[in-house]
């Protein structure tokens, strides 16, 4: 009897599934509500200083999740938790829509430490990507503010960023290590 019960409600279950509409990500409403966004993070993600990180062409996989992280107190920000928490699931599905999709930028970087952050960069790539643009869940790095870069691999050092493979990575590099491929990731 139970068996049967279970029988007939998982197709019913799974109907109920395919039954509800999927709100596709909208980047036009992403544009809208990142209004409140563009103080720090600049017109068309493009931020002025290195305190605030560029969003332009940033994988939209990745920030669902920082915006999800700062919203559980994950990852901890207070000026992000508090922004963070103002939105729902569907304002970051539509921000993350509408960052990724802009034209990448270019923060630049410091031309005499850029050879030797190319020298070492190629323990990143397997994961954030051949020209570092990321891949889901794997962070753009290319274009992002040399400073801004630093202290997020700071972060995971002093573990007050947690992710298992980055604060392994940066157990392994120098300060003079993190501001090179910083100055190298900056530059593309
Ligand atoms: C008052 C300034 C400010 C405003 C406004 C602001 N942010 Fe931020 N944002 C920051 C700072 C500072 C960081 C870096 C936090 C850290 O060091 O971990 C950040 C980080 C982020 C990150 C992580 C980026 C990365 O590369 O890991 C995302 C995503 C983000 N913000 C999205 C948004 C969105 C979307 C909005 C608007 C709804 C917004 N922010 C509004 C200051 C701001
Ligand atoms: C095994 C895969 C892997 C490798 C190799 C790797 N990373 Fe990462 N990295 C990640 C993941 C995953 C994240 C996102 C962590 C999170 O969700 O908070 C990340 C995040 C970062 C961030 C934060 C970016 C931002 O916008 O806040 C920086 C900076 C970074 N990595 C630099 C590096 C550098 C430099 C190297 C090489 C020395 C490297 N990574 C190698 C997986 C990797």
Same mark, same amino acid.
């Given at each position: 009897?139970?068996?049967?019960?279970?029988?007939?409600?998982?197709?019913?279950?799974?109907?109920?599934?395919?039954?509800?509409?999927?709100?596709?990500?909208?980047?036009?409403?992403?544009?809208?509500?990142?209004?409140?966004?563009?103080?720090?993070?600049?017109?068309?993600?493009?931020?002025?200083?290195?305190?605030?990180?560029?969003?332009?062409?940033?994988?939209?996989?990745?920030?669902?999740?920082?915006?999800?992280?700062?919203?559980?107190?994950? *990852?901890? #920000?207070?000026?992000?938790? /508090?922004?963070?928490?103002? $939105?729902? %699931?569907? &304002? @970051? !599905?539509? +921000? =993350?829509?509408?960052?990724?999709?802009?034209?990448?930028?270019?923060?630049?970087?410091?031309?005499?430490?850029?050879?030797?952050?190319?020298?070492?960069?190629?323990?990143?790539?397997?994961?954030?990507?051949?020209?570092?643009?990321?891949?889901?869940?794997?962070?753009?790095?290319?274009?992002?503010?040399?400073?801004?870069?630093?202290?997020?691999?700071?972060?995971?050092?002093?573990?007050? *960023?947690? #992710?298992?493979?980055?604060? /392994?990575?940066?157990?392994? $590099?120098? %300060?003079? &290590? @993190? !501001?090179? +491929? =910083?100055?190298?990731?900056?530059?593309?």
């Amino acid at each position: 009897m139970n068996a049967l019960k279970n029988a007939l409600s998982i197709p019913l279950l799974l109907a109920c599934f395919w039954g509800a509409p999927v709100a596709a990500a909208d980047s036009t409403a992403g544009e809208q509500k990142s209004a409140t966004c563009l103080g720090c993070h600049g017109p068309k993600g493009k931020s002025g200083s290195a305190q605030w990180p560029n969003l332009a062409a940033q994988q939209s996989t990745y920030i669902v999740n920082q915006l999800n992280a700062f919203k559980t107190g994950t *990852r901890s #920000n207070p000026i992000m938790q /508090a922004m963070a928490g103002n $939105l729902n %699931d569907d &304002d @970051i !599905k539509n +921000l =993350a829509a509408y960052y990724s999709g802009l034209p990448p930028v270019s923060a630049g970087g410091d031309p005499a430490l850029v050879k030797s952050g190319q020298a070492k960069a190629d323990m990143c790539l397997g994961c954030h990507g051949s020209s570092a643009k990321g891949n889901g869940q794997f962070p753009r790095l290319a274009g992002q503010h040399p400073g801004y870069l630093v202290n997020q691999l700071g972060h995971f050092k002093e573990g007050m *960023r947690k #992710n298992g493979p980055m604060q /392994a990575i940066v157990g392994n $590099l120098s %300060d003079e &290590d @993190i !501001k090179a +491929l =910083a100055a190298y990731f900056g530059s593309l």
